[in-house]
Every structure is written in C-alpha cells, then in structure tokens.
C-alpha cells in the first residue's frame, strides 16, 4: 500500500471510519502488499508507486497475475502521463493523486467497488507519441545523473556513437534541443523519477 506509517495508519483510518468499509491489511512494501493480497483477498487494493524493493508497478503486475480481475487503485504523488499510462498497462482500475480529498478518495473507492469505472486522470491523454525505448529511458536515466557520452558507452557496453544516435533519437521525441530540457521534460511527464 504505501510504505509511510503514518499514511498508511491515516487511510486505514479514514476509509476504516465508514461503515461500508472495512480495512483488512496494511503493507509497508511491494513483496508484502503482493503476499497480504494473496493471503486476504482484498475487494479493493490501494497501490503506492514509489516504495521500498519491490516497485507499485510490479506489485501491481504480480498481483494481477495471481488475480486477473484484481480491483487496483493507485494512490500516489506522481502526475506525469507517462506514469498514468504505465499503471494502466500493469493493470490498475484507478488512479488517483494523494492531495485528493477523502471524500474524493471514498466517492473513487466506491465507485470501483461497484464496478463502475471511475472517470481517470489524462494528461495529453497519455501521449503514444514520443514514447522512449527502454534503451532511451535507461540513457535518459543516466543522463540524469550526470554521466557523459563514453561513461554512458562505457556502463552500457556500447559504442559512443550508439550511445549518440540513443540521444538524437531521445532528443527528437521529446523535442528538444540539449540534456537538461529533455531530463526536464522526463521528470515532468513521469517518464524518470530523482531517486
């Protein structure tokens, strides 16, 4: 679910405050959100992208495999499209920001409860176009971190004139023209995060 205490006891808190629901585990991490799902069955899952080992997204996955009609409700900071449409894709009902009010959040978890699709976030409507390689988000990464062309040639095992045609090609989906507007642009549409 998420792995700040304080959070987690806080929506327990709240949504365990309504009748109509009843909270039934609490997880810290992405291993033990997967283990609690399969060992409580939840009607509804809440989800945290960032957290400790195991990332939301491939709990997200894992859990979807176990179960394939999983309700899952992302709950989280992350606003970019890039991050919405990743969650879609790992099989996520809903996605919803944690500065949405409580009774936002019930009236959301409600929704889903019943089946019903609630109405989702869509930023650029989660642009299919200027969609990176996983190749470029990796260089993308590392670009963020400072690394030059040869330690980027280098750490990939790869010419520096591949590690070259990787930003040319990262530069032209997200038109720009230099490394800190296309780092800058990734972070904004959740395509990276600053660890």
Do not use: W
């Amino acid at each position: 679910m998420d792995d700040h205490r304080i959070v987690r006891e806080g929506l327990a808190m709240v949504i365990g405050n309504h009748p109509d629901f009843e909270v039934i585990g609490l997880a810290s991490n992405g291993e033990e959100a997967v283990s609690l799902f399969g060992d409580l069955r939840p009607d509804i899952t809440l989800m945290d992208l960032q957290m400790p080992g195991m990332p939301g997204l491939e709990a997200i996955h894992r859990i979807r495999n176990q179960d394939p009609n999983a309700r899952i409700v992302v709950l989280t900071m992350y606003t970019g499209d890039e991050d919405i449409r990743r969650s879609m894709v790992a099989g996520a009902t809903a996605y919803v920001l944690k500065d949405t009010s409580s009774d936002d959040l019930l009236a959301l978890l409600r929704q889903v409860a019943e089946g019903r699709m609630p109405i989702m976030p869509s930023p650029n409507n989660c642009r299919t176009e200027g969609r990176l390689t996983l190749r470029e988000i990796q260089v993308l990464e590392m670009i963020s971190k400072g690394l030059r062309n040869k330690e980027l040639a280098d750490v990939l095992d790869i010419s520096e004139d591949t590690v070259e045609a990787h930003i040319k090609h990262i530069f032209e989906k997200l038109e720009v023209h230099d490394r800190t507007a296309a780092v800058a642009i990734a972070l904004r549409r959740g395509i990276i995060h600053l660890v």
